[in-house]
């Protein structure tokens, strides 16, 4: 599947994608830093450009004043062009933890319109699941967490892992789906109603999923 691919401004840990064809990378403001920094040229640079200077490479200028984050409106801007996979990279860490929970907010913004997006942290990639089931391969070990994302997750199940559960419903206001672990088995994440950001380990791999 062709990819849209995000840098943002925060921690880079020298994270590098893999670029396909047909794939779109798109630098967010000072996105473009990190971007460069792991030798790959954007296609398309967005921003306000409040914490970079603008690129001399395609771009689109953005005010200062408006209502979607930079990083926003790079996945529109992918949406707009048709994709249904999102990564976004450097969306954690960096001098702003309030962008790591606009991130994050995008990833649901993803999920609630039937696209699947990721974030992609040093040891740690995290995504966003609405009214369906994600199935992992095996892993020996590993930590997954998975959490409500706004309000209330009814009827999530999760199988496979060191801790089952089994139409539970998890609220946003306590952290119950924290740190179960990879065993060597199959997993499978699913909720009937409502969204969870799921965190697993970046050596894991998604084989399949149903909405």
């Not at 970079?52 to 689109?60: C, E, H, T, V």
């Not at 994709?83 to 309030?98: P, Q, V």
């Not at 088995?185 to 950001?197: E, F, Q, W």
Request: glycine content about 12%; some cysteine.
């Amino acid at each position: 599947m062709k990819k849209c691919i995000v840098f943002a401004a925060g921690s880079s840990f020298g994270l590098r994608p893999e670029i396909n064809e047909g794939d779109l990378v798109i630098a967010a403001d000072a996105g473009i830093e990190n971007c460069l920094k792991v030798g790959i040229t954007p296609h398309l640079a967005v921003g306000d450009w409040d914490s970079a200077s603008p690129p001399d490479l395609p771009k689109i200028d953005l005010k200062v004043e408006k209502d979607d984050t930079d990083t926003l409106a790079a996945l529109r801007i992918g949406l707009d062009k048709g994709f249904d996979e999102f990564h976004i990279y450097c969306g954690t860490g960096g001098a702003r933890l309030d962008h790591t929970i606009a991130n994050l907010q995008s990833l649901m913004f993803l999920s609630k319109r039937g696209k699947r997006g990721f974030i992609h942290d040093e040891n740690q990639t995290v995504t966003a699941l609405t009214d369906g089931e994600i199935f992992f391969g095996p892993l020996p070990c590993g930590s997954v967490s998975v959490f409500a994302a706004d309000g209330k997750a009814i009827g999530v199940t999760e199988e496979g892992m060191k801790y089952k559960t089994d139409n539970i419903t998890l609220t946003c206001d306590f952290p119950l789906g924290v740190s179960n672990s990879f065993i060597g088995k199959p997993v499978r994440i699913a909720v009937k109603s409502g969204t969870l950001l799921i965190f697993y380990p970046n050596g894991a791999v998604i084989e399949g999923e149903k909405k």
